[in-house]
């Protein structure tokens, strides 16, 4: 007869609160070693991108006008734009968020995508800016890909990811117990000195802000090659099926986009783009009337018939099947509501609308990231841009206290990295490791490197001395 002690674990290997906290410190340390950088210049170009977003516009600090009673019709504005490039290829035009802005003209010229501003008014050229090498412009493309494309992606997807495990394990560390009072969490010790102030100072920062960041993240993570463009986005991208006896093209919402931004939804980038030429579509109100040109001037008419107003996109058909796209959306600007987000086709050719998506025909992921791009790019009023400017210094106090905290703790003149020792229990610091890499599975990539890192550990540094006394 076997007893109940006899099953159970001995003494030596029994799971305690302070080995699960040597572990959950332990793995908030070597992805923190990971992270931090990338965190902090995640924050840094954020603010640079916000101050754009939510204060001016992402093509450059706003260009004022003098209002008049008379607007030039947009065809002769864009002609304006496309004699100022000899050449080029009208793209698009964004009508005046107010009355007292420029509009712009997008054309193509030489291989560059150019972004005129034109006097609504007298149809002047005021000012021309390379799309690709706007401040924003430049700030996203280090945001998205550290400057060095698909490579710089996958590095921040895998960062990202190693984030949470940081704010998993970070929110254990920092949760109250044994006597701590949550008011000792939610607010700094001021009169405490030197580490333990550093550590209560990023405790409460990094509490406040681990739910935000982790919302940031999964928005952020949601334009990311593998987690994003492969797994999530496929499967809660708007379906072109609801489309009926439309003829679709090969050419998805994505080809909408210019200079390597994201201009069109989240929900609708992978949808492919009806095509003109068909009987398909609905004349009258729901076209351009007759009468009018099917051209940027009539879009627009048919644009304020079907209550767009303010700023709002007509993308010009590139192509001989191409198609009118009229947008408004929080992602390009236009909106301070994602509720309102709206996109309509228009045949080039019969002046009818071919198709129509709302945030209504979301589906329920991408319903959700329209509010929660909106929200990380600073885009639903000036008080989420003013909140995103706080969030980004936050982020970066964080990553800084926690640097520090280290650079404090650390032994003069060691010549190792100092991490937090693995707890004494083996068999509890592999379990560790396991479910955390398993966990970690929900991002790929970060979960791939994970178990990298575990396998590299036991077959290699647990087995050379010298490299694992520099490693810990």
Same mark, same amino acid.
């Given at each position: 007869?076997?007893?109940?002690?006899?099953?159970?674990?001995?003494?030596?290997?029994?799971?305690?609160?302070?080995?699960?906290?040597?572990?959950?410190?332990?793995?908030?340390?070597?992805?923190?070693?990971?992270?931090?950088?990338?965190?902090?210049?995640?924050?840094?170009?954020?603010?640079?991108?916000?101050?754009?977003?939510?204060?001016?516009?992402?093509?450059?600090?706003?260009?004022?006008?003098?209002?008049?009673?008379?607007?030039?019709?947009?065809?002769?504005?864009?002609?304006?734009?496309?004699?100022?490039?000899?050449?080029?290829?009208?793209?698009?035009?964004?009508?005046?968020?107010?009355?007292?802005?420029?509009?712009?003209?997008?054309?193509?010229?030489?291989?560059?995508?150019?972004?005129?501003?034109?006097?609504?008014?007298?149809?002047?050229?005021?000012?021309?800016?390379?799309? !690709?090498?706007?401040?924003?412009? +430049?700030?996203?493309?280090?945001?998205?890909?550290?400057?060095?494309?698909?490579?710089?992606?996958?590095?921040?997807?895998?960062?990202?990811?190693?984030?949470?495990?940081?704010?998993?394990?970070?929110?254990?560390?920092?949760?109250?117990?044994?006597?701590?009072? +949550?008011?000792?969490?939610?607010?700094? !010790?001021?009169?405490?000195?030197?580490?333990?102030? +550093?550590?209560?100072?990023?405790?409460?920062? #990094?509490?406040?802000?681990?739910?935000?960041?982790?919302?940031?993240?999964?928005?952020?993570?949601?334009?990311?090659?593998?987690? #994003?463009?492969?797994?999530?986005?496929?499967?809660?991208?708007?379906?072109?099926?609801?489309?009926?006896?439309?003829?679709?093209?090969?050419?998805?919402?994505?080809?909408?986009?210019?200079?390597?931004?994201?201009?069109?939804?989240?929900?609708? !980038?992978?949808?492919?783009?009806?095509?003109?030429?068909?009987?398909?579509?609905?004349?009258?109100?729901?076209?351009?009337?007759? #009468? !009018?040109?099917?051209?940027?001037?009539?879009?627009?008419?048919?644009?304020?018939?079907?209550?767009?107003?303010?700023?709002?996109?007509?993308?010009?058909?590139?192509?001989?099947?191409?198609?009118?796209?009229?947008?408004?959306?929080?992602?390009?600007?236009?909106?301070?509501?994602?509720?309102?987000?709206?996109?309509?086709?228009?045949?080039?050719?019969?002046?009818?609308?071919?198709?129509?998506?709302?945030?209504?025909?979301?589906?329920?992921?991408?319903?959700?990231?329209?509010?929660?791009?909106?929200?990380?790019?600073?885009?639903?009023?000036?008080?989420?841009?003013?909140?995103?400017?706080?969030?980004?210094?936050?982020?970066?106090?964080?990553?800084?206290?926690?640097?520090?905290?280290? +650079?404090?703790?650390?032994?003069?003149?060691?010549?190792?990295?100092?991490?937090?020792?693995?707890?004494?229990?083996?068999?509890?610091?592999?379990?560790?490791?396991?479910?955390?890499?398993?966990?970690?599975?929900?991002?790929?990539?970060?979960?791939?490197?994970?178990?990298?890192?575990?396998?590299?550990?036991?077959?290699?540094?647990?087995?050379?001395?010298?490299?694992?006394?520099?490693?810990?």
């Amino acid at each position: 007869m076997t007893s109940s002690a006899g099953t159970s674990l001995p003494a030596a290997r029994q799971p305690t609160p302070a080995n699960l906290y040597a572990t959950a410190w332990r793995w908030h340390f070597y992805s923190g070693l990971f992270v931090v950088p990338f965190l902090f210049m995640l924050a840094a170009t954020g603010l640079v991108m916000v101050y754009f977003t939510g204060f001016q516009s992402r093509l450059g600090n706003l260009v004022h006008v003098e209002p008049q009673n008379t607007v030039r019709a947009i065809t002769v504005q864009a002609q304006a734009a496309l004699d100022t490039y000899p050449g080029a290829t009208l793209k698009e035009y964004i009508a005046p968020k107010s009355r007292d802005v420029a509009s712009w003209i997008v054309v193509t010229h030489q291989g560059a995508t150019q972004a005129v501003a034109v006097d609504p008014y007298s149809a002047k050229v005021l000012k021309t800016v390379d799309k !690709e090498n706007t401040v924003f412009a +430049w700030a996203e493309k280090i945001h998205g890909t550290l400057l060095i494309g698909d490579a710089g992606d996958r590095i921040i997807e895998v960062a990202a990811g190693l984030a949470v495990v940081m704010i998993v394990t970070g929110l254990y560390l920092f949760w109250p117990r044994n006597g701590t009072a +949550w008011s000792q969490v939610l607010v700094p !010790e001021w009169r405490t000195k030197g580490r333990r102030w +550093w550590k209560s100072l990023h405790s409460s920062v #990094g509490f406040w802000t681990s739910i935000i960041l982790f919302g940031f993240l999964l928005t952020g993570m949601s334009w990311t090659g593998v987690w #994003g463009g492969k797994l999530v986005q496929p499967w809660a991208t708007f379906p072109a099926a609801k489309w009926d006896n439309v003829p679709k093209s090969d050419a998805s919402h994505a080809s909408l986009n210019s200079a390597g931004g994201h201009d069109v939804p989240w929900g609708l !980038e992978q949808t492919p783009l009806p095509v003109s030429g068909s009987d398909a579509g609905s004349p009258g109100v729901m076209g351009v009337s007759a #009468g !009018e040109p099917v051209n940027l001037d009539g879009v627009a008419a048919l644009a304020n018939r079907l209550g767009f107003s303010g700023q709002f996109h007509i993308n010009v058909p590139q192509d001989a099947s191409g198609v009118y796209t009229l947008s408004a959306d929080t992602m390009s600007g236009d909106l301070s509501n994602p509720f309102q987000d709206r996109t309509v086709h228009v045949d080039r050719y019969t002046g009818k609308v071919l198709a129509q998506a709302a945030f209504a025909d979301y589906s329920v992921v991408a319903k959700a990231m329209a509010i929660g791009i909106a929200l990380h790019q600073g885009d639903v009023g000036i008080w989420s841009a003013i909140a995103n400017v706080v969030f980004c210094l936050a982020i970066m106090l964080l990553c800084v206290s926690g640097i520090v905290m280290w +650079w404090v703790r650390r032994p003069k003149n060691a010549a190792r990295l100092v991490a937090p020792s693995a707890p004494p229990q083996v068999a509890l610091w592999k379990g560790g490791a396991v479910v955390m890499a398993l966990t970690a599975l929900a991002f790929p990539l970060a979960g791939a490197v994970l178990v990298a890192a575990i396998v590299l550990d036991w077959l290699l540094i647990s087995r050379i001395p010298q490299l694992k006394l520099r490693l810990s």
